[in-house]
């Protein structure tokens, strides 16, 4: 049975409260003006102390952008595992299926965050890694590989109810929409990481989240080469304070 | 007085000589005579409903090997603007189930009007309604459906070979001890109450997050099981009433759903209101998605949204009857009563309870296939929800009203729409499940993204008993399930079987 709207709705306000929190987080987060980056770092001699000085500190500061930007994408699912699962757990399931999905996301963050720095070390100042990675996103972006994979993400499994096989569940429930997710949003996740830390980073971030939040909420559709501009988001916001502006000029 | 009056297709033994199926015949065969990418053409009108000419759907159902007739075209297509535009528009598992079909109905009335017009007929034809609740053998197709010629001898296109009915026999009916209209004594549009089970009479509220949304009762029964019993078929060869795609090629089609919508506005006549939250009234705009367009016969586009089309006689139309059930019993004064909790009084007081908080009780261990034989499975109960479903029946009051209890069967998932599932709980049967829209549920690439149907069934009733009869203390319900044309290897999914419990008050 679906959820109650006051269910739903309350699932919403925690998902997009927690984001705007993290964001905060982010924005005032000193640390993270250098780390994403990798810069100031570039000039060590190796390589390898660079990741293993700075790795940690930079997934951690990878973790709180991931929860910032995906949690808002995660209302669906969270609101499916509410209507699958005894009160008692519900919350419970939503944390492990949280876990779940931000491990994936981490594996998939200290890859990408190894791969910068070694960017940075061969080919420092370079702005190639930014012209390539943002024609692949483009092509990425219109792929039906890409749509596949959101496709699938809205593909919401049965949840075993009792004991441990509902923990069980509720994680791998996670890892799997972890993983359609990063297999929709790898590359676009990726771009802002390339940029220089300032105004225009967190822009780019905001945006991308934007972006990623209004593809999932997309219906799925038949993978083919298409412009998918995700600008449901968008439609939603305008036609909404139409209607409200609406309502108050009436 | 409305200038269009839809009248019942049994009039005049719901043959050539009712005059309206006539003219319907005659204005199907002017449309069909149109090519695919014409948006006047009834091939393009179908495909407005969904259409198995681009996605990999199975042989079975795919437009390229419909047996004729109706012989379908699958090309030449529209461009893909047009076809992002108008095709696969049908709404399901949503609120806006009854008001984007009464308006696709209007739009090819239209059509048909103006093809009857053309043919000097008359400028005030309306589509008939196949009334299969009617008196005597209304539950079977009218014959002008079923014969193969037209009285000028022309070949009948309100004829077509897939059309295999309940019993995959070719006898067209519909079963009306499995199909039926208790949605009538249903008294809320979304949500629930002691007369109208979840999720309300015209369907869930379809929010930002769209998805496995649950049928609204009007498209749960009646109309997903006159799809599926109209359609009939096999895996080899689909009834084309059976699957969503297919549906609308049928010419049956327009008339069930002249019935399903002279039943909303039936429901509206008794004083039932349509939702008035905005979020509803102006359409699937609001919340970002595709707004709903229809092609018209002056080759304008008509935009519209629930809003416009909520009240028949504000659309110039009426019908000719409206009667459906006749009386409402007190479902809730009925329940107190069976209980020990009622009273006489209480039969002449209009008391109602709403469905609050709904919480999951119990659930089977895991995923299930369905096959030709059923199954037979134990759904567990939580020891201590259970525990207070039973005190709540105990002490069962008008001021304490104990929950109502629903059976879920969650992501169904297979191929065979055709079916009919028969449902039972500790050997009562608990009701019947169509499983119309199953198979685009279950393509991955699909709206619902794979995950299938969700049904829904109000076991309250049962419950009750059990627990009258001292057999709900036990730690699980028995389910059983059995469809009615699951041939050979066939088989379908059932990820979940639930049961919730839902607080009154």
């Given amino acids: ?250 | 007085m409305a200038t269009y009056t839809r009248k019942n297709a049994w009039n005049n033994g719901g043959d050539f000589n009712n005059t309206d199926l006539l003219w319907y015949a005659k204005g199907v065969q002017a449309m069909q005579a149109k090519s695919l990418d014409d948006e006047n053409s009834w091939w393009f009108f179908a495909a407005i409903h969904g259409e198995y000419i681009n996605a990999g759907y199975p042989d079975s159902v795919k437009w390229g090997t419909i047996p004729a007739p109706t012989a379908v075209p699958t090309s030449p297509l529209p461009d893909s603007g047009t076809q992002k535009k108008y095709w696969n528009q049908c709404q399901h598992q949503s609120w806006f189930f009854p008001p984007w079909h009464r308006g696709y109905l209007i739009a090819i009335e239209a059509q048909v009007r103006a093809e009857v017009k053309n043919l000097g007929g008359p400028d005030d034809w309306a589509l008939p309604y196949w009334n299969y609740f009617g008196p005597d053998d209304q539950n079977k197709i009218p014959p002008a459906f079923t014969a193969t010629q037209l009285p000028d001898g022309d070949p009948n296109p309100l004829f077509v070979t897939a059309r295999y009915g309940p019993n995959n026999d070719g006898n067209i009916y519909v079963n009306t001890s499995q199909v039926n209209q208790k949605c009538q004594g249903n008294n809320i549009y979304t949500g629930s109450n002691s007369d109208t089970p979840a999720p309300g009479y015209g369907g869930p509220v379809t929010g930002f997050h769209h998805g496995q949304g649950d049928s609204g009762n009007l498209e749960s029964n009646p109309h997903n099981g006159v799809h599926t019993q109209v359609g009939g078929g096999t895996s080899v060869h689909g009834g084309l009433m059976s699957y969503p795609g297919t549906a609308a090629l049928d010419p049956i089609f327009y008339l069930h759903h002249s019935n399903i919508d002279r039943l909303w506005a039936s429901w509206n006549d008794k004083g039932n209101t349509n939702p008035t939250d905005n979020n509803w009234l102006k359409g699937p705009g609001a919340t970002g998605e595709q707004e709903f367009f229809m092609p018209m016969p002056d080759g304008t586009s008509w935009n519209f949204t629930p809003e416009e089309v909520d009240d028949m006689s504000d659309l110039d139309y009426q019908y000719e009857d409206l009667s459906t059930v006749t009386a409402v019993p007190n479902t809730l004064a009925m329940r107190l009563n069976k209980l020990g909790a009622g009273s006489p009084e209480l039969f002449n007081q209009n008391i109602m309870a709403r469905g609050k908080n709904s919480e999951l009780l119990g659930a089977n261990d895991g995923s299930l296939k369905l096959g030709g034989s059923g199954l037979n499975t134990k759904v567990k109960l939580d020891s201590g929800l259970k525990k207070n479903v039973t005190e709540k029946l105990m002490r069962a009051s008008v001021s304490d009203i104990p929950d109502k209890v629903y059976l879920e069967l969650k992501n169904v998932t297979g191929q065979l729409d055709a079916n009919m599932l028969t449902v039972s709980v500790n050997g009562t049967v608990a009701g019947y499940i169509s499983l119309f829209g199953l198979l685009g549920a279950s393509d991955k690439d699909g709206h619902h993204g794979g995950a299938g149907l969700n049904f829904t069934l109000d076991i309250t009733d049962i419950v009750d008993d059990l627990h009258l009869s001292n057999a709900l203390d036990t730690d699980a319900l028995d389910v059983s399930i059995f469809p009615s044309n699951m041939p050979g290897s066939e088989s379908i999914t059932i990820g979940r079987i639930n049961i919730f419990r839902e607080e009154q008050e």
């Fill in chain 1, 1 to 250: 049975m679906q959820n109650s709207r006051l269910v739903d709705e309350k699932i919403s306000y925690w998902m997009i409260g927690i984001s705007a929190f993290m964001w905060i987080v982010l924005l005032f987060n000193p640390a993270m003006h250098h780390d994403m980056t990798g810069h100031d770092h570039s000039h060590m001699a190796s390589v390898a102390t660079t990741i293993q000085h700075t790795l940690p500190g930079m997934v951690w500061n990878w973790v709180l952008m991931v929860l910032a930007m995906m949690l808002p994408k995660l209302i669906a699912p969270i609101q499916h595992i509410y209507s699958s699962s005894f009160k008692k757990r519900q919350l419970r399931s939503a944390f492990i299926f949280i876990s779940g999905y931000t491990a994936v996301w981490t594996a998939t963050g200290a890859l990408m965050l190894t791969s910068l720095m070694l960017m940075n070390h061969l080919i420092p100042g370079s702005i190639l890694p930014i012209l390539i990675t943002g024609i692949v996103a483009i092509i990425w972006q219109f792929s039906p590989l890409k749509q596949r994979f959101l496709n699938r993400a809205h593909g919401h499994r049965a949840l075993s109810v009792f004991g441990g096989a509902a923990d069980r569940d509720a994680l791998f429930f996670g890892f799997e929409h972890g993983f359609w997710c990063v297999g929709s949003g790898w590359i676009i996740m990726f771009f802002p990481m390339l940029l220089p830390h300032g105004l225009w980073h967190y822009l780019v971030m905001f945006f991308v989240a934007f972006i990623m939040i209004s593809e999932h909420m997309e219906r799925p559709q038949i993978p083919e080469w298409r412009m998918r501009t995700g600008m449901k988001l968008l439609r939603i916001i305008t036609a909404q304070t139409k209607m409200r502006l609406g309502e108050v000029f009436r």
